[in-house]
């Protein structure tokens, strides 16, 4: 279902200079940082491009949008990972900054352990991240 997507974005893209196809595994997001003015337009042909296929779902994300598999999101690959040794029995920790991180985020604290958002938790700041993980290893190493 991705096959066709990708090639429709990838022509669309090409209209807008500044705006980019990033193939995924399991998707297809197309940016435009760099072009700005050009949001509405290829936010409104990827919802087009998902809602003709059951198979697909559309995930916001800042300054791009995403068309990926329905049901596949990193919540549910934590959930995967966390009942799979050695991670079975073990608490999970997930760092996220982007609307893709979201589900992981919940569910990470669903499991008793310790979801955060770069940019509510730590004020957008990936050296506040670091020093929290250094901080956090210390205390665990004590």
Excluded: Y
């Amino acid at each position: 279902a991705l096959v066709p997507v990708t090639a429709r974005l990838r022509r669309a893209v090409a209209d807008w200079p500044g705006s980019l196809v990033e193939e995924k595994m399991f998707g297809v997001v197309v940016h435009w940082r760099q072009a700005p003015h050009a949001a509405a337009q290829l936010g409104a042909l990827a919802a087009e491009l998902a809602a003709a296929s059951p198979e697909l779902m559309l995930q916001p994300a800042h300054e791009a949008i995403e068309i990926r598999a329905a049901g596949a999101d990193k919540g549910r690959a934590l959930a995967r990972l966390m009942a799979q040794a050695p991670f079975a029995g073990r608490v999970p920790v997930f760092v996220g900054d982007d609307a893709t991180d979201e589900p992981a985020i919940a569910v990470a604290r669903r499991m008793g352990g310790c979801g955060l958002h770069v940019a509510r938790d730590f004020g957008g700041s990936t050296e506040a991240v670091r020093a929290w993980l250094r901080h956090t290893l210390e205390d665990d190493n004590a």
